[in-house]
Every structure is written in structure tokens, then in C-alpha cells.
């Protein structure tokens, strides 16, 4: 299994996705991460935004659906709610280029701790998409979640 990156995604591109989906996560100056998740569903590549650590996400229970806790909760989460299906051509890897010390090193920590846990992450999203999928989620959890199928049409659109 590959190891994983962290993201930037062109703004253009996620202002273009909530023209359609209000749920598609906003940008926030001057980047949002996302963090992709190396796997094909349904042909696409679909890329998952991180949150930054706070204090609900370590007493956020670990058998939450739409959420990967980051190190129980302490280096934040991956959520699975939010992701998008994201053509290569809109994404920049995060690492290299960021600046601040402070950030940079959450984000390695937190790659870190995705990379040794990917395969964990991974059983996760596709049993996510499958759930959601079959419309096996409950009404709360898909009010939190991206139109999958109508984001990949536009992503092809796109």
C-alpha cells in the first residue's frame, strides 16, 4: 500500500465543488490540507480533509464512521464525511512547502502517524463509502456528509 500525502487543493476548484455541495469543506487562508487517500472508488481518487487537533476529538468515540482519529484525537482527525473525488492536476504537496515551524511539524506528525496506521485508515473509508453507499447510515451522520455521486459527476465535469 502506498504511503500517503498531505495536500493543498486549489481553491478554484473547492469554490467550483460547493457551488453544488455546501458541504464540500472551505478552503482556509491561504490553503486547507487535505490529506489523499490512496485508494480508487468507484474510479476516482478521493481526498480527505484534516482538522486540526481539539479537545472534543479526544473524547470523540473511536467507533464514530465518518471521523479517523489522529493518535486518539491529540494530532487531530481525518474526515471522511467531507472527502472529495479530486483530479491530480488540482493538488500541490503540503510538506515541502510550508513554512511555519509549528505547523509543519503537526503535519509531519500526523503523516506520520497516518502512514503507520493507513491500512487501518484505509478498511475504514472504503467500509464508510460502502455504508454510505447503500444508505446505511443514519439520518445524523449523512446530513454531516458530501453528495459522493454528484461530486464525482462534476468532478468529471470539471
Known amino acids: 500500500m502506498q ?3 498531505i495536500y493543498f487543493i486549489d481553491s ?8 453544488f455541495d455546501n458541504k464540500v469543506a472551505y478552503n482556509k487562508i491561504p490553503n486547507r490540507p487535505y490529506i489523499g487517500i490512496v485508494y480508487t472508488y468507484n474510479n476516482f481518487n478521493y481526498f480527505a480533509p484534516l ?4 479537545s472534543k476529538h479526544i473524547s470523540m468515540n473511536n467507533n464514530v464512521i465518518d471521523v479517523f482519529k489522529i493518535d486518539e484525537g491529540k494530532l487531530g482527525v481525518v ?5 472529495i473525488p ?5 493538488l500541490t504537496e503540503a510538506i515541502p512547502i510550508v513554512t511555519d515551524k509549528k505547523y509543519k511539524t503537526l503535519l ?11 491500512e487501518i485508515l484505509y478498511k475504514k473509508t472504503i467500509r464508510f463509502q460502502n455504508q454510505y453507499r447503500s444508505g446505511r447510515l443514519y439520518p445524523n451522520i449523512l446530513n454531516r456528509c458530501c453528495n459522493f455521486p454528484l461530486l464525482e459527476e462534476k468532478c468529471l465535469e470539471y
Open 3 to 5: 504511503k500517503l500525502k
Open 12 to 19: 478554484k476548484y473547492i469554490e467550483y465543488l460547493r457551488k
Open 51 to 54: 482538522s486540526s487537533p481539539k
Open 79 to 83: 474526515n471522511l464525511n467531507n472527502m
Open 86 to 90: 479530486c483530479p491530480i492536476e488540482v
Open 108 to 118: 509531519e506528525n500526523q503523516l506520520s502517524y497516518i502512514n503507520a496506521k493507513r
